[in-house]
């Protein structure tokens, strides 16, 4: 016979996830560029449900970004070529920060930079600026001409890029890694070892369309990154391997769209999804996957989320 507590607990699971210090009530967060800095979805969806917000990639001074077109869509995602498109550190700490202190969710914010020293600069700025949760390092744009995919697709770089923060920084650092490159898991031990508190990946896939009309690439960038359900199964093969090289958090992200596709993630070794294209076409997709996860957990008798991360390993 099932009790009342038992009734309970099956009914309430525990979604509450530990991402490298940065704990979370649920383990649904969004994927940076996709989401601005939180008041452009804010109509749509309750801020607090989230179990994080990863905001806009943010820089040391404002980038105005690549040239247009910046997007194609594609038959099962788009192609992105912002550049990193930002108003800078000192406006997201001023503007973004005191409109995300309204709202009871930890707000992680993606850095990236052209050197060392910029990454090592917002580390310190945004640690002092309170309010910040954790660090997401980007390590992986493939939209730019310096920094970016340069650092993230040597291991040996992606390491100096992440002490650089560590030495800077007491917040949870999270590194984001790029699927462009041979081995993903050798670039996730070195970072590891650089002291990385979590991972997160997969970021955008290079990728260029061309006009037939034109007879020229579309992008004014030439190149872009593919996001969407086309990179979903690479991503999951990515995340499946960075489970077992490494033993960190991982946030993983590509092609995210419903509950069974963040369920994936989690099954093979994902402690937080992120979402990210998904929600250009559903605003609430955030939402929808959260409560799609727990609906998942409390049909099938999983009282804590904590049970299905990497129990695709057997």
Not at 137 to 164: H, L, W, Y
Request: include cysteine.
């Amino acid at each position: 016979m099932i009790s009342d507590s038992d009734n309970a607990s099956i009914s309430k699971p525990d979604l509450s996830v530990n991402v490298g210090g940065i704990r979370m009530k649920n383990p649904v967060t969004t994927a940076s560029g996709t989401f601005g800095f939180g008041p452009e979805y804010a109509p749509y969806i309750d801020l607090n449900r989230l179990g994080a917000i990863v905001v806009k990639g943010t820089t040391l001074e404002p980038r105005a970004g690549n040239p247009t077109p910046r997007l194609v869509e594609t038959p099962a995602g788009v192609l992105n070529s912002i550049g990193l498109q930002n108003p800078g550190v000192e406006h997201f700490i001023d503007e973004a920060l005191p409109y995300l202190a309204g709202f009871d969710v930890p707000v992680i914010v993606n850095i990236s930079g052209d050197t060392l020293e910029d990454y090592a600069g917002l580390a310190a700025r945004l640690s002092r600026a309170g309010g910040v949760a954790g660090l997401e390092v980007n390590i992986s744009c493939p939209n730019v001409k310096k920094g970016g995919m340069q650092f993230g697709g040597d291991p040996a770089m992606a390491a100096e890029v992440t002490r650089a923060v560590k030495e800077n920084s007491e917040l949870p650092v999270v590194v984001k890694l790029s699927p462009n490159v041979t081995s993903i898991a050798a670039v996730a031990e070195k970072v590891a070892e650089a002291g990385a508190d979590a991972i997160s990946l997969i970021n955008t896939l290079l990728g260029m369309s061309v006009d037939i009309k034109t007879r020229r690439p579309i992008l004014g960038n030439t190149m872009g990154g593919l996001s969407g359900p086309a990179v979903r199964p690479v991503a999951v093969r990515m995340v499946w391997q960075v489970y077992q090289a490494v033993k960190l958090p991982i946030i993983g992200m590509g092609g995210i769209a419903t509950a069974a596709d963040a369920l994936e993630f989690i099954l093979a070794g994902a402690t937080a999804v992120a979402i990210g294209t998904a929600n250009f076409v559903n605003p609430r997709a955030t939402i929808d996957v959260l409560e799609g996860i727990e609906k998942y957990l409390s049909e099938n008798g999983v009282g804590d989320i904590k049970e299905l991360i990497g129990a695709a390993h057997g």
